[in-house]
Structure formats: structure tokens, C-alpha cells
């Protein structure tokens, strides 16, 4: 089993900025993704840092988002820029060993619980 912390959520105006944070036991080791999911919304991909150093975004972050992995802090970070109300959802970090190319819930097998974001 691989547990997954997320930090850092919270309130922003639009516009704002914020740095999500996952902490996780060998993040290196496993492809690892952030999700969302609004209100009534179902769950999206926002963004992944495959094993191998690449990384895929969806195009709504595009340009905005940064993924990237602090493997001396044993972190997955999320750098949100530009930040919409369209943004506001809660924020998973998810753990697996899939990689399918795209940004598939079924690729990941272990989730965190989550991290709200809220932008107004």
C-alpha cells in the first residue's frame, strides 16, 4: 500500500497562484498524476510525471500548471498559476504503475484524499 499526503490547498482569488504538494514513500518508483473533481463534475486528469521524466497535462492547464517531482523531499508539487473559478475542485495525488499515454483514472491504483482549492 502506498499512501499519498496532499498540502497546500486553500482559498485564492482568480488570478492567484498555489503549489500543491504530495508526499509520498519513492515517488520515483511509480508513475504519479494530480486529479480534480468539481462539484457534480466527475473526476479529471490535470496532470502526470511518468517514471520516465515525461509529463502530460490536460489542456485546460496548459501553459498554467507546472508538474514536477522533488525526489530529495520525496514530493510530487503541483504549481498552479493563473488561477480561475473554473479551477475550484479538490485535488488528488495518485500513485501507479499504468501508463497509458493519457491522463486515465485506471492507470492509478493509489489516491490521497484529497485538497481543496477554492478560487473566487
Known amino acids: 500500500h502506498v499512501q499519498l499526503v496532499e498540502s497546500g490547498g486553500g482559498s485564492v482569488q482568480a488570478g492567484g497562484s498555489l503549489t500543491l504538494s504530495c508526499e509520498a514513500a519513492f515517488p520515483s518508483a511509480y508513475h504519479m498524476a494530480w486529479f480534480r473533481q468539481a462539484p457534480g463534475k466527475e473526476r479529471e486528469g490535470v496532470a502526470r510525471f511518468n517514471v520516465d521524466g515525461t509529463r502530460i497535462y490536460a489542456d485546460s492547464v496548459k501553459g498554467r500548471f507546472t508538474i514536477s517531482l522533488d525526489n530529495a523531499k520525496n514530493t510530487l508539487n503541483l504549481q498552479m498559476t493563473s488561477l480561475t473559478p473554473e479551477d475550484t475542485a479538490v485535488y488528488y495525488c495518485?500513485?501507479?504503475?499504468?501508463?497509458?499515454?493519457?491522463?486515465?483514472?485506471?492507470?492509478?491504483?493509489?489516491w490521497g484524499q484529497g485538497t481543496q482549492v477554492t478560487v473566487s
Open positions: 495518485a500513485a501507479g504503475f499504468q501508463n497509458s499515454g493519457d491522463l486515465r483514472t485506471a492507470d492509478f491504483r493509489y
